[in-house]
Nanobody
């Protein structure tokens, strides 16, 4: 399974960005898709995930502002980010796993290369 992010960039506070993740390979085996971010000097944290059962998870820091979605027909999933804040500045990674991962501290198996999101005040 290979993942590739796109859609990062520079945006002013209050603006929006949409990240995309293209999934290739044995896509039918994927049950969990997620978005992580890592700021300079910080740890990689899970901010949103979705499982094939339909359940979703959002970190408190992004709840109500970010939305994860998937397009199974296109083998893609997305992260819509609204009302961005300077503290959202980070490298964002999409990730996926064959299992139905509900424990948010469990790192998913497959990763993209990351895309930079910078929010200016």
């Amino acid at each position: 399974v290979q993942l590739e992010e796109s859609g990062g960039g520079l945006v002013q506070a209050g603006g929006s960005l949409r990240l995309s993740c293209s999934v290739s390979g044995d896509v039918s085996s994927i049950n969990t898709m997620g978005w992580y971010r890592q700021s300079p000097g910080g740890e990689r944290e899970l901010i949103a995930s979705t499982i094939s059962t339909g359940s979703t998870y959002y970190a408190e820091s992004v709840k109500g502002r970010f939305t994860i979605s998937r397009d199974n027909a296109k083998n893609m999933f997305f992260l819509q980010m609204n009302n961005l804040k300077p503290e959202d500045t980070a490298v964002y990674y999409c990730a996926a796993d064959n299992g139905r991962i509900v424990v948010t501290t469990t790192l998913l198996e497959y990763w993209g290369q990351g895309t930079q999101v910078t929010v200016t005040s």
